[in-house]
């Protein structure tokens, strides 16, 4: 109790009450502590049922304890999720948010959204229900290609599985961007600045309900879905948020965006938890647990992060303060001193006076820093509520006003809302202002049925702990910066590109590459010489971002050079693989690069659900506009350790990275032959140079990276001058990849 006054004072002067409020808090709780062994316990009963279910029972069912019903998968509890015990020694009533009620609960069998219109297509089979484990099939009329999954089926969480079916023709110069199952589309025409929107009906839409074709040949915003009030979200994208916010506390460049050279900057994660009464005992306890297990997984960066931890009650109760700089451990202990008793009179759930307190926490934290010149810190906010607010101040109207301090920092805030039980989807929604969510490609907002989700969700991350090393892709540190020319520009951090390896070749030059696979490298084919080209004078470095330091040294086993490729004449078929002698061990320093044309590069895309040709076609499409045959904004980026002061011939010791863009073909003026396996691409005022070659040109879709060009040539000989470089194309080259890589996925 006297951790809950010393909080609750905290709240009381941080808002300006005078001390009479205390003092009557304080005589209006210790009573009830004194008389606490004199009353009666009350105790609810055991004999309630749910028809087709089972019942977790509390160990000891008194008041605010939590009973939970369980279903069989594909089924979910109605009207409520659990029922907590009240002061009167019964349950609380079966009635949820949405003013349904039931005299007897029952498990109720989850049901997925039909196709309103399949546009350009067909469907079948054509239902009015569709029930778990049901399919449907997609095809498109002549002309036609189908995009995302030619069939879906119907999940126990009530959502379809696979990416959004729809039918594209080359025509369109944003693909065909589908009807979300259950919903309804506006505007016909993908042309540039074309808009389009989505309605939902009676149903809850979520992502962004209007989308414009924007230059780059992709849509503005994030791909809407239509959801049914009792549909919830999977716990593994809950487990892989989790996993990025983790990685990004612990591997991000905390010297990033510093004005003070060597300024360290910090990351404040803030957590709002609901403690009204209607959450109860069982419930609140795998809150601050999921809590708990969060700070610990961070529990060896001290100093740098910061925990502001806040309950959500009839008012709001700071348990730790930011100001206060405890170390995780210290956290922790704080946390474990909270007890759900101390909250069972929170009749309310007055969330928007809770976030007002991060606010002023943040508010007070931006103006500090801003006006000493130091880096701002990332701001995290993790909201878990299982119902709508009351109470005055609306938490989505001080949201809004939290994400208008960082309107021109969107990447140093993050706001994530997980609502639990019976929420209001649309309230959910509505607190992660679109501004935090616009430019990320991962989720904010999840619904689960009930608490346990949460402890399922951080069983999964540990399990699948830092989203898989093999997997393909992934930065070790997923902040984005901006970036500026390789020569003279600006030099890349540890796990920016972990796919990036340096070739040591005879006569002391070296080439680029990049990891595809545990054991392959690709690099570009004129950096070895034939009739040298012996693999065992070849050595290549991984995981650092400093010829001088090297993390893995890997040795070859075998070159391949594609068998068409020749020079000096041409620069056709630039592109070359080295065998591995052992496998690479991927960590944080050390992962693949996605490729076009594979089976994980068709999840990311959502691509051609045709033939591998088809879909190998309508990537290249997309990622390089089929080599810059269509004008469209394609922006990637290139490394490497070459030359790097203009007109200079001296190559660097650090890599460096560079952002350039796709030309239009008929622009490039290319020295050799230009074929459909090249395309051009160059900065405001970058290129790539001597010493670069063989590197990867990478582009971002989804929150992975993709390779879709090798370092190949230039326009002339010295940097920085008429610059332009040129790409092997990869996924024009991704056939003979094909043939020689057998450990990737490929359909």
């Known amino acids: ?253 905390l010297n990033s965006g510093a004005q ?74 704080r946390i474990s001193q909270v007890e759900y008793r101390d909250y069972y009179n929170n009749s309310g759930r007055n969330t928007g006076s809770a976030m007002q307190v991060v606010y002023s926490s943040i508010n007070r934290t931006f103006n500090l820093h801003a006006g000493n010149s130091q880096a701002i810190p990332k701001q995290v906010i993790i909201i878990i509520t299982a119902g709508r607010y009351n109470g005055a101040s609306a938490p989505y109207i001080v949201t809004k006003k939290i994400s208008n301090l960082f309107s021109h920092l969107p990447d140093h805030l993050d706001i994530f809302a997980i609502g639990i039980g019976e929420v209001l989807k649309d309230y959910l929604e509505h607190l992660v202002p679109m501004m935090v969510t616009a430019r990320k490609y991962y989720q904010h907002v999840f619904y689960l049925p009930t608490y346990h989700y949460l402890e399922k969700a951080q069983e999964m991350q540990r399990k699948y702990g830092n989203r898989g090393l093999s997997d393909c892709g992934i930065r070790g540190n997923v902040i984005q910066r901006p970036v500026s020319r390789i020569f003279g520009g600006m030099k890349s951090k540890e796990y920016d590109w972990p796919w990036h390896v340096l070739i040591n070749l005879p006569n002391k030059k070296f080439c680029g590459g990049s990891i595809i696979s545990k054991r392959w490298i690709l690099s570009a084919a004129h950096c070895f010489n034939i009739t040298q080209g012996m693999a065992d004078d070849l050595t290549i470095q991984a995981g650092s971002v400093s010829r001088k330091k090297i993390l893995q040294e890997i040795l070859v086993e075998e070159v391949i050079i594609h068998e068409n490729f020749s020079s000096p004449s041409e620069m056709n078929n630039d592109i070359a693989l080295l065998k591995t002698k052992d496998p690479i061990i991927f960590d944080s320093h050390v992962r693949p690069v996605c490729l076009p044309c594979t089976k994980k590069t068709a999840e990311i895309l959502s691509s051609a659900a045709g033939s591998w040709d088809e879909a190998c076609h309508y990537e290249d499409g997309l990622l390089t506009s089929h080599s810059g045959t269509i004008q469209k904004i394609i922006s990637g980026y290139i490394t490497g350790w070459g030359y790097y002061k203009k007109h200079g011939r001296i190559s660097s010791f650090d890599l460096n990275h560079a952002q350039v863009d796709i030309q239009h073909f008929r622009s490039c003026d290319s020295p050799y032959p230009f074929t459909e396996n090249m395309f051009c691409a160059k900065g405001a005022a970058a290129d790539s140079c001597t010493g670069d070659s063989g590197g990867p040109f990478v582009t971002e879709r989804n929150q992975r990276w993709i390779q879709v060009g090798i370092i190949s040539f230039g326009r002339t000989d010295v940097c920085g001058l008429n610059f332009m470089g040129f790409y092997s194309n990869v996924p024009k080259l991704m056939n003979w990849i094909k043939e020689k890589v057998t450990d990737l996925e490929y359909e």
């Open 1 to 253: 109790m006297a951790g809950q006054l010393s909080t609750s004072f905290y709240w009381a002067r941080l808002n300006g009450l005078a001390m009479e409020f205390m003092l009557l808090l304080t005589v209006g709780i210790l009573p009830a502590v004194i008389c606490d062994n004199m009353i009666e316990v009350r105790r609810c009963s055991t004999d309630e049922v749910i028809e087709g279910g089972s019942i977790e029972w509390p160990e000891n069912p008194v008041e605010g304890s939590v009973m939970t019903y369980i279903c069989p998968v594909g089924f979910r509890p109605y009207p409520v999720s659990w029922r907590y015990c009240t002061k009167f020694g019964s349950w609380s009533v079966l009635r949820n948010i949405y003013r349904e009620t039931a005299h007897e609960a029952k498990c109720k069998e989850m049901r997925c959204l039909r196709p309103e219109r399949f546009e350009f297509g067909r469907f079948d089979p054509v239902k009015t229900v569709y029930k778990v484990n049901d399919s449907i099939t997609f095809q498109c009329y002549d002309g036609y290609l189908l995009i995302g999954s030619a069939t879906s089926t119907c999940l126990p969480n009530g959502q379809w599985s696979g990416n959004l079916p729809r039918c594209n023709t080359e025509g369109m110069f944003c693909s065909n961007p589908g009807i979300p199952f259950g919903g309804r589309k506006e505007g016909t025409n993908y042309g540039i600045l074309s808009t389009v929107r989505y309605k939902c009906g009676t149903h809850i839409l979520r992502g962004s309900p209007q989308r414009t074709c924007l230059e780059t040949g992709q849509w503005s915003g994030i791909q809407p879905r239509c959801e049914s009030k009792d549909a919830f979200d999977n716990v593994e994208d809950l487990a892989e948020v989790l996993d990025i916010l983790q990685s990004t506390i612990r591997n991000r460049d």
């Open 260 to 333: 003070i050279p060597g300024q360290k900057r910090k990351v404040d994660v803030f957590f709002v938890i609901d403690a009204s009464r209607t959450v109860g005992n069982e419930n609140f306890v795998r809150s601050f647990k999921f809590v708990k297990n969060f700070v610990n997984g961070v529990s060896d960066i001290n100093e740098l992060v910061r925990f502001e931890v806040i309950t959500s009650g009839s008012y709001p109760v700071v348990i730790t303060n930011i100001q206060e700089n405890l170390t995780p451990k210290a956290v922790m202990e």
